[in-house]
């Protein structure tokens, strides 16, 4: 309900806080496809989003690494995984995990 009324807002600019936390990854994959996404309803708009949700890392712009507050990382999601810092690292031990 919240991101429905943000985007009848019609804002230039959107901050979310992990918008698609509390839905299924179906019904997160759907509103990211329509309405988050670089093809959804808030696609010609500035998009902040923090978000948990690893499997959309790879269609936005940026991605900005932090840890302790402090911007650790920042560029595409090729870019991060080329460099095999901080991120490419957690993903690897994400992925380990979830293997498991």
Do not use: C
Not at 52 to 73: N, R, S, T
């Amino acid at each position: 309900v919240s991101l429905a009324r943000a985007v009848y807002s019609d804002a230039d600019i959107y901050l979310m806080d992990d918008p698609l936390s509390a839905v299924d990854s179906h019904v997160g994959k759907h509103i990211f496809d329509n309405v988050i996404g670089p093809k959804g309803q808030l696609q010609k708009k500035t998009r902040i989003l923090v978000t948990h949700g690893l499997a959309f890392l790879p269609q936005v712009d940026m991605i900005v690494v932090m840890k302790g507050g402090e911007i650790m990382e920042r560029g595409t999601f090729k870019e991060l995984l080329d460099k095999k810092g901080e991120f490419a690292e957690f993903l690897i031990q994400h992925l380990a995990v979830t293997d498991q």
